[in-house]
């Protein structure tokens, strides 16, 4: 399996922007797919993710309200929609899948498939 992530950016205080990771190879018809991010000299954190048979979602507190997560069942693709984006959220972005999809884990080393990560940052 291999993903493909994109739509990172330079943004200011309150802007937006969607990221995108394409997967492709044998992903499985139940998986989870999720975006993590990590800060300079922070640990990984979870963000978002979504179960890809229910569209079950979940999202870290610092987000939710402000992050949307969907999918794109035809070609494999889920999206990060980021709104009323804080420099806070300055960060690596990472797209991670779980084959095995039983629940959506905020754990990273949950996930055996990572893209690489796409550099969003918010100026105050």
Same mark, same amino acid.
């Given at each position: ?23 492709? !190879? #044998?992903?499985?018809? &139940?998986?989870?797919? /999720? ?6 000299? @922070? ?21 939710? !309200? #402000?992050?949307?997560? &969907?999918?794109?069942? /035809? ?6 929609? @980021? ?22 884990? #905020? ?18």
């Amino acid at each position: 399996v291999q993903l493909q992530a994109s739509g990172g950016g330079l943004v200011q205080t309150g802007g937006s922007l969607r990221l995108s990771c394409a997967a492709s !190879g #044998r992903t499985g018809s &139940s998986y989870v797919m /999720a975006w993590f991010r990590q800060a300079p000299g @922070m640990e990984r954190e979870f963000v978002a993710g979504i179960r890809w048979r229910n569209r079950m979602t979940d999202y870290a507190d610092s987000v939710k !309200g #402000r992050f949307s997560i &969907s999918r794109d069942n /035809a070609n494999i693709t889920v999206y990060l929609q @980021m709104n009323s984006l804080k420099p806070e959220d300055t960060a690596d972005y990472h797209c991670a899948l779980d084959t095995a999809g039983v629940k959506i884990n #905020r754990i990273a080393g949950r996930y055996e498939y990572w893209g690489q990560g796409t550099l969003v940052t918010v100026s105050s």
